[in-house]
């Protein structure tokens, strides 16, 4: 008889008030192609998200193999010196301070935009070796399609041509390795001092 080990999962995504039924979507998604053999442990990065909303998600997620944890951001310092805008809200910087932001026990997790939707069993994605490395992700392709993009990361990051530029909105953060050599701190002061075109991810990369 085959057994099967339980594993949590541990996603998180993050949002303001706006963006609130974004996030519903893409915990949908995800649930609809993942394993109910696996728990899915959602970190909500809110930055302000109402009462009413967070209520309405948690019914998203009610009666499956799934937990809502909120973290409310909306007073969190660290990010006053970072640039924000109608585009850029505090909420995409989360990603950035997940090392401290999430509980301790929390070694890993998958961060996804919520400008998406998961058509795969997650587990793929969490069972991917790293190989040691701090953070996995994919080439944002868009921008390494451009020879005009790719001189400017060139110059503004330092990043070679032969190298490749990844995304930020699907990564996968081995939160020990960030803490112990104290990665959030330097991507954040990376981010508020670069002056970069692509903010958050120019300076993940």
């Given at each position: ?115 998406l939707l998961v058509l795969q069993d997650i587990a793929v994605l969490w ?79």
């Amino acid at each position: 008889m085959r057994r099967f080990v339980m594993k949590t999962i541990n996603i998180a995504l993050a949002a303001d008030n706006n963006y609130a039924q974004h996030v519903a979507v893409v915990m949908e998604s995800i649930l609809e192609n993942t394993d109910e053999i696996n728990k899915v442990r959602f970190f909500l990065l809110s930055d302000g998200i109402n009462a009413e909303k967070i209520t309405g998600l948690q019914k998203t997620i009610a009666g499956k193999n799934a937990e809502l944890v909120v973290c409310d951001l909306s007073a969190y310092k660290g990010f006053e010196k970072l640039y924000t805008s109608g585009h850029i809200s505090k909420a995409a910087y989360f990603r950035l301070d997940m090392a401290n932001i999430l509980p301790a026990d929390v070694q890993k997790v998958i961060y996804l935009d919520v400008d998406l939707l998961v058509l795969q069993d997650i587990a793929v994605l969490w069972n991917i070796d790293m190989q040691g490395k701090a953070i996995a992700a994919v080439p944002d392709y868009g921008i390494m399609a451009s020879k005009r993009l790719m001189q400017q990361k060139h110059e503004v990051i330092g990043l070679s041509l032969d190298k490749k530029y990844f995304n930020s909105g699907v990564v996968i953060m081995d939160l020990q390795q960030w803490r112990a050599n104290d990665y959030s701190s330097k991507v954040i002061e990376l981010a508020a001092t670069g002056n970069f075109p692509h903010h958050d991810q120019d300076a993940l990369n």
